[in-house]
């Protein structure tokens, strides 16, 4: 039989896997559109949104730039209940106000817990607000409509519409795993079949030339094979954040590899101007014979 000590930290570990296996806080309020339910009873998970101090970087869109935000205050989140143990399991509507770090610009976001699964009801500024302004550099990767469809699915999303923003988001999806298949092909290193490949086979097989955190954790995107008609609004609100981030972290590191190579053709093209100017001088020094 195990000792206390033992018990202690085995359940300490699973009390933090389960607490890691939660959205971040700032997921919950950033990325989680309208109307999502998260089944939770976890104490300390619950007693850290609507009491405790936490922050997160975000779009600002007072600022119109990238900002800290931090804990500014919470209503209804616990006021009264110190003294009961379980206060944080209670039944009730809450607003988390946080605060932009370089201006005092606000954004509050409105929760209700009904003692099992927590319900994101209300923000402002909309989710499509503070993400769509934060996506605007990825406009050059997405061509023929499709950061127009990216935008759209977050306005979609952010009024609680899960098919709907659900069905923009593959299509983009699935334009960039195409896109990066064609990479490959034009390396020489198509993959046989790949059109018949279920989703996650197809990520896998692009490992070469995807995020890491994506092909790790491939099984995620599932649902991505799944029929239209097999879709809900439930499974496609809970899924949608993961989706989008995944397309995200995809243009971000395609963003990287141009700026990249921009970067290395202006190296080169400033080397061969001076290499130039190096070759004109020694031309004009050398004495005439």
Not at 3 to 8: E, F
Not at 174 to 201: N, P, Q, T, W, Y
Not at 227 to 242: I, M, N, T
Not at 257 to 278: G, M, V
Request: net charge negative; glycine share 8%; proline share 3%.
């Amino acid at each position: 039989m195990p000792s206390i000590p033992a018990q202690l930290e085995e359940a300490a570990r699973k009390e933090r896997e389960a607490f890691e296996a939660l959205p971040t806080f700032e997921e919950l309020c950033v990325s989680w559109p309208l109307y999502t339910e998260l089944r939770t009873t976890h104490r300390r998970y619950l007693s850290q949104l609507r009491r405790m101090e936490f922050q997160f970087d975000a779009h600002c869109v007072g600022c119109n730039d990238r900002s800290t935000f931090k804990f500014g205050g919470s209503r209804g989140g616990g006021a009264g209940l110190k003294s009961d143990d379980d206060w944080m399991l209670k039944a009730g509507m809450f607003d988390i106000v946080m605060s932009c770090q370089r201006k005092g610009h606000q954004y509050v976001f409105s929760f209700y817990y009904d003692g099992a699964e927590l319900l994101k009801f209300g923000q402002l500024p909309s989710l499509e607000d503070i993400v769509g302004a934060d996506i605007a550099k990825f406009r050059p990767l997405l061509r023929d409509g499709y950061f127009a469809e990216l935008r759209r699915a977050t306005g979609l999303a952010s009024h609680g519409i899960g098919i709907g923003a659900f069905v923009y988001l593959r299509r983009i999806f699935e334009k960039l795993i195409h896109d990066h298949h064609r990479m490959l092909s034009d390396d020489g290193k198509a993959v046989e079949k790949f059109d018949r490949l279920r989703m996650d086979e197809k990520i896998d097989a692009l490992k070469d030339v995807l995020p890491p955190a994506l092909v790790r954790h491939k099984a995620a995107y599932g649902i991505l094979s799944v029929g239209l008609h097999e879709l809900d609004e439930d499974s496609c609100r809970k899924h949608f954040p993961v989706v989008r981030a995944a397309i995200i972290e995809i243009l971000e590191q395609d963003l990287q590899a141009r700026e990249r190579e921009r970067a290395s053709a202006a190296l080169e093209a400033e080397i061969a101007k001076i290499s130039e100017n190096l070759k004109g001088r020694n031309t004009e020094s050398q004495p005439e014979k």
